[in-house]
């Protein structure tokens, strides 16, 4: 076994979701959360995180790892072991080996759960079957469950007196339910496949007092609840009208309220109000499909794993999804000019329709080149609006995000705006002010830019005005040379003229004109 840094892309901020790239990988792993750590099985390697997704260090040399389980203060984790048919004790904080479980006569350690110091383990392989150890005893003889009428390996999960064993193949797929609160499992009953037509078991759940049991098959398509004593189906969780897809992940918060489930499709993770059924929050992870049976709760937050479509394996954390919705909104004028103040407004609003009062917001500027800023914060009025003043220093499409962070009693929101920003350009118009009728006049002028080029070989609009009630308009092109200047002639009769040149602007460069008043005299007879 060696320990090391995992290189990853986590993001610094914690206050808001985030994406931790942990590598590529072969097949589905594990994910399981406690005290301040997250752990991930991937492979032959067992990788350790902070709650904020940040990689702490991976462990190697854990052949075949799968199936974990960890304590509730996060300081010992457990892994199936498929390669070498043992469980491996794990110290979270030096990453080390501290015992290993030899199941070289069983089979191939796959599923795990904890109940208290009572480890319980799903093997498969040559035999399939379920076993407990003691694991407060310095020493411990297994304790095998009476899993005869099991046809697959099995998927175990526990908690309070309850331990739930579902076949992790077949079709259809049985549920076996065990009372584990003497010294040994007793059967308490089945939960038909066939009965309630469950097919492919993704993953299940038991709630923290162990009275109920929620499950993900792939078929039917809805998250179910089990009563976990008489064994009663109690209501089906089903997808929203924007979910596709089947289920493929469960998991329960730590206080049983909450029920969150992951889809292949669709939207991604919804999280669910356990006693109504009603669905609270659901969104999407940024690429990629949940992983099945990843999802796991820590307090407020629920973490996942997702496979993106290049084959990384991805931390997904949803952060503050139990707490009431925020909503952030974010409009910015329909243009802006570059190295002139460009004004953006806002509304921050919470869904109980409380005031939110006076909150700091964290803004940001992403210029076209991918370069990033954070302009100074913003804070919102009394009832939720901000004003924001940036002046952008370059052209192109540049965005602007605002995010709240949260205040313990609302979730966080964040939004974000693009806005097209051009350079200021200009237009210099010289050439005579007064002048007698008959006579051909010459003018000319260049096309100016602040902070690029100029605007070079396009048309410009020339417009003379006749300055009397009822006067005559004429247009007319004229074209910006490859150095930037431009001409034009004219014959007016008598009278006092406008001329105007107008640029009207292109993706790169805003509009200009200028303008010069010509009197035009009758010609002495």
Not at 224 to 250: F, H, I, N, Q
Request: aromatic content about 8%; proline content about 6%.
């Amino acid at each position: 076994m060696t320990t090391g840094l995992l290189v990853t892309l986590a993001p610094t901020a914690s206050a808001e979701d985030s994406m931790t790239d942990l590598g590529a990988f072969a097949y589905g792993g594990d994910l399981v959360v406690g005290g301040d750590k997250v752990v991930v099985s991937i492979d032959n390697r067992i990788v350790v995180a902070d709650t904020a997704g940040e990689v702490q260090g991976t462990i190697t040399g854990v052949s075949g790892a799968s199936g974990l389980a960890m304590t509730a203060d996060g300081t010992r984790v457990y892994a199936a072991l498929q390669g070498s048919k043992e469980v491996a004790e794990i110290d979270t904080a030096t990453r080390e080996i501290t015992r290993r479980i030899d199941l070289a006569a069983y089979g191939c350690p796959f599923s795990l759960a904890l109940t208290g110091e009572r480890l319980w383990i799903g093997y498969g392989c040559d035999a399939t079957g379920v076993l407990g150890f003691d694991l407060s005893a310095p020493t411990s003889q297994p304790v095998v469950a009476d899993t005869s009428l099991l046809k697959s390996s099995p998927y175990i999960a526990a908690a309070g007196d309850t331990l739930v064993v579902g076949e992790f193949t077949g079709s259809p797929t049985d549920l076996f339910v065990y009372d584990v609160s003497g010294a040994a499992p007793v059967l308490r009953g089945e939960i038909d496949g066939h009965t309630y037509s469950n097919y492919r078991l993704e993953d299940i759940a038991v709630t923290p007092d162990g009275s109920h049991i929620i499950s993900a098959f792939a078929l039917p398509d809805a998250f179910t609840m089990w009563d976990a004593t008489t064994l009663a189906k109690v209501r089906d969780y089903e997808k929203g009208p924007e979910a596709e897809g089947y289920p493929r992940s469960v998991a329960v918060s730590p206080d049983g309220t909450y029920i969150a489930g992951g889809r292949t499709l669709g939207v991604g993770m919804t999280l669910y109000d356990r006693a109504s059924g009603t669905t609270v929050y659901a969104t999407n992870p940024p690429q990629g499909e949940v992983v099945s049976g990843s999802a796991a709760y820590a307090g407020r937050d629920v973490y996942s794993l997702v496979k993106s479509d290049n084959g990384h394996l991805f931390l997904w954390r949803l952060h503050d999804v139990t707490l009431p919705a925020s909503t952030l909104t974010l409009m910015a004028q329909p243009g802006g000019t570059a190295r002139q103040p460009l004004t953006m407004t806002g509304q921050l609003t919470f869904a109980d329709e409380t005031a939110p009062g006076a909150q700091p917001l964290t803004v940001t500027r992403r210029l076209p080149d991918g370069t990033t800023a954070t302009l100074p914060s913003a804070t919102t009025a009394a009832d939720g609006t901000f004003t924001i003043t940036d002046t952008p220093p370059t052209g192109g499409q540049t965005t602007y995000t605002v995010l709240w962070k949260g205040d313990g009693e609302h979730r966080w929101s964040k939004a974000s705006v693009t806005t097209a920003v051009r350079y200021k350009a200009g237009l210099t118009l010289t050439g005579p002010t007064s002048a007698v009728a008959g006579t051909t006049l010459v003018f000319s002028g260049t096309s100016q830019a602040d902070g690029t080029t100029p605007p070079r070989r396009v048309w410009i609009t020339v417009q003379r005005v006749l300055n009397a009630d009822g006067g005559d308009t004429v247009e007319r092109p004229a074209w910006i040379d490859d150095f930037g200047s431009y001409r034009f002639i004219d014959t007016p009769e008598a009278g006092e003229y406008t001329y105007t040149v107008r640029w009207a602007g292109d993706a790169r460069t805003g509009p200009a004109e200028a303008s010069q008043v010509v009197t035009v005299e009758k010609p002495n007879d």
